[in-house]
């Protein structure tokens, strides 16, 4: 049962050759296209199930299916799959959400025109995602990695037409490719250093160059930095909500930004080659990058008009929580905080996609307002992730969290639990404060005083995540022994109400009646000064830093390049080729007199000569 697990990764991408490729020359109506594109990911999650009951566990089953002996010393590089209970859990996510977001679609993309193009490029999504979390090597984990860069390109400009969509693409795979080319470079290390990127080979090394650890782990946290927006390379993922809302839902819950933590975890024991120092200051670094992350995140949030900026930025405030578990060693919780997002957040960008589907495609929150009566299932499932984001019991976020804030505390990190404390109250107020002027008060708009319906595949996914959502933080509690699985410090993820959980709870409560103080009247702002509200929704000037710092430069250099270079140098060098081939013609036109017997001397002329030679090479 556990050799299904080639099954997962290749049904999608059988999915997306047909709808991709075939799709181009055959009919097929959009009833089939739905079928094909949703059965292939349904097929999959089947497949990812029963390797998941195959699996005995505890240690790894890697199947190898081909080892290419080009590469490393050590007997080549495999082309393998890789069956662990971190695998399995990614396989399970990936392919169970994106199954839901791919049903969700066919009711919200019923009348787009690239309908077939749409469900072969999630496909393809599914397919890199699902190849990145069951590889068994960095370099086949890099292949999945650079083809979820190139769907997330494909998605987020869906709507080509549009000049922002594919600004947000072209930014979207130039800071991802900085990623790609840090896990490359690490890669390198480890086949140069130990003649292998394969898991087999690298992770049952105890010792060795605690400096070259630190490097390939450093290189490794700029590639999942990248992926999952951390700082300083977030600036991409803000932009992407440019492509249709369920390709939203799919990479902030599913997809593509998870892959930076579960490269983390995955690397985790790669700290067995560092000595003490050395392993204190990776943990610190990945730790801090995510609680920064976290906190910068939460603050923009808290200050966006747009529904599905809000949520952006919350997923890049989640992800450094994420980020901040795997720092304190809390791997378990980081995985736990990982799948119970992905419901809660898929839970809330598909009721925010119903909300802006039902509103004639508005996303402006001021524009909103009074839909508690005239959308109440939409607010009950947007409640639900609402709370589960904010972590109040018993909601699936609620465990998650407090598993990451636990493992803080518990491992000594006070000031990075400290962080964490107040980007929960954040987290509580802008998620408040979203619900509110979305649902609360009177409509502000004739948009939303007169939605119109949608279609039931949008309602019913949409409540089944919120179920999800709901009874999420059950799954920590069956499976304990599973996340523990996972590199942890601890011995599986502990629930109990500690000092730690208590707090965090209060936290989350004060935010939310905050958020209520603040906005529950349907008023739409509230008495900041000008300046503090405009640097949060300005990202705290970082987005000028980069324009300055790196995209003038880099303008004013092309430019240069443009005069100097290609106007300058290159245009003088093909000026005086151009001359030299004009006098050229002029020299040889003077030959051509149009003249029979002019041209019959010259070829008696050749004649001669011809004979000349051959008389005296003979008399040689």
Known sequence: MVEAIWLVPILPLAGFVVLGLLGQFLPMPRPLVALIGCGSVALAFVAAIVTAVGYSGPSASDQVYYTWTGLGSGGGINIGLWVDPLSLTMLLTVTGVSLLIHIYSIGYMADDEGFRRYFAYLNL???????????????????????????????????????RAVQAARLAIVVNVIGDAAIMLAIFLFIASFGSASYTDLFKVTTGNSGLAVAATLLLLIGAAAKSAQLPLYIWLPDAMEGPTPVSALM???????????????????????????????????GWVGAATAIFAATIALVQRDIKRVLAYSTISQLGYMFLAVGVGANDAAIFHLVSHAFFKACLFLSAGIIIHALGD??????????????????????????ALAAIPPFAGFFSKDAVLAGAYAGGYYALWIVGLIVAFLTALYMGRAFLLTFGGQPRSEAAAHPHSTGLSMAWTTAALALLSLGGGVIAFIFTDWFAGFGTVGEGIAF??????????????????????????????????????NAAA??????????EAIVVPLLALARAIVVFFEHGFLEEILHEVRTLFQQGGKLLSRGQSGALRNYALVVLLGVVVIVIYAISGGAK
């Open 125 to 163: 999504f599914v397919f890199a995602m699902c190849l990145l979390a069951a590889a068994d090597n960095y370099l086949l984990l890099l292949l999945g990695w650079a083809n979820v860069g190139l769907a997330s390109f494909l998605l987020i400009g869906f709507w080509f037409s549009r000049p």
């Open 252 to 286: 902030h819950a599913a997809t593509m930004v998870t892959a930076g933590v579960y490269l983390m975890v995955r690397s985790a024991p790669l700290t067995a080659l560092m000595t003490g120092p050395d392993a204190a200051l990776i943990h610190n670094v990945i």
């Open 362 to 387: 508005e996303q402006d929150m001021h524009k909103m307002g009074g839909l508690m009566r005239r959308m109440p299932l939409v607010a009950t499932t947007f409640a639900i992730g609402t709370l």
């Open 496 to 533: 109990s109400f500690s000092i730690s959980s208590i707090i965090s709870l209060v936290v989350a409560l004060a935010g939310l009646l905050v958020a209520y103080l603040l906005y529950g009247r349907g008023q739409t702002a509230v008495n900041v000064p000008r300046w503090l509200y």
């Open 538 to 547: 300005q990202g705290w000037g970082l987005p000028t830093l980069y324009h």
